[in-house]
């Protein structure tokens, strides 16, 4: 899941939010200047209007210097309204003081040059990193190396390809970057990065034991009986198969970036328990009404969410009716308070 900056065929610039993704922040750095705005379906997030790099992630690049100075918003968190997780789109829109105007997605070649800023023509190879983490590869968009005790984020790294060293370019983890030429032969003179604070987890994500989603294997009876919320996040290890009376346990490992107070919220069919960091706190039973709980004063760093998930037998001829009469699932969602 993450954010990122896309150009469609209708000619115009989006951020597009994916997975599970609601919370975002932005930051900025301005070459020139003049005055710029970046707006998101209409409402600035940006107005830049000085020279600097402004954000309230760190690390800041190498080379620039941090000025926060008129950067309305700089600390403040943007959610957006996502209950479904899959794509949205939000189109973006600028304006200048300055000369006319060029936006260039970070990684698009430029065939000038000047300042290394993100997303320029230097970015014009980004690479994925992979790292594995309980058995499976991930990811990682971001190399960061320490300096003399300081981590900072690195604009390139060399890979060895066919007996040749090759220079690849990150494209600064999840995250993303859209900038503005004023005129060609300058360089770039603002640009915009938006972070994916990725701080919503649900029972969707990688787990220990594989749990999927229960209606991965349909089941029609749950159009009526289950909520919206135990169609969209429920998990089980069998879908298709009711397995009654037998206790199933998964583990989740999640990334909290940002410390603060969290909700749970869960619901289960037909009993479910969660924990979190090795400590009950929360269970249910019911698949239509949510049992919600405060996490207070969650650190920022690793965390474990445990769930443990039941289904009934009830003693009937339909007891391994999967579509009809019996499904099971768990489902679950931590997002900031």
Known sequence: MG????????????????????????????????????????????????????????????????????????ETTITYSRTTPGVDDYLLSFTSSGPGTAFYLGGESL???????????????????????????????????????????????????????????????????????????????????????????????PNSSQFTRSLSVPSSITNTSWSSFMRTYAVWPYPGQTNTGILYTSTWTIDVTVAGNYILEVQADNSGQISFDNVVVASSISFTTSTIVNLNNVTAGTHTVSASIVNANNNAPSNSDWNNANPAGIAWRISPN
């Open 111 to 205: 065939t000038w040059g000047g300042y290394a800023y993100p997303g320029d023509g230097y970015l014009n190879n980004a690479f994925n990193l992979g790292v594995k983490d309980g058995g499976s590869w991930k990811n990682v968009g971001n190399t960061f190396i320490k300096d003399n005790g300081d981590w900072k984020e690195c604009e390139s790294i060399w890979v060895k390809q066919g007996g040749s060293w090759k220079q690849f370019f990150a494209n600064y983890g999840n995250s993303s970057w859209i900038c503005m030429l004023e005129q060609t032969d300058d360089a770039i003179d603002f640009c915009v990065q938006v972070i994916a604070l990725n701080n919503v987890f649900t029972s969707l994500d």
């Open 3 to 74: 954010a990122r900056f896309i150009k469609k065929s209708d000619g115009n610039f989006y951020m597009r939010l994916d997975g599970n993704t609601t919370q975002v922040k932005f930051a900025a750095v301005a070459e020139a200047g003049n005055t710029y705005t970046f707006s998101v379906d209409g409402t600035v997030r940006v107005t830049k209007s000085q020279n600097g790099y402004t954000t309230s992630v760190d690390p800041v690049p190498s080379g620039l210097n941090l000025n926060n100075n008129g950067f309305t918003g700089t």
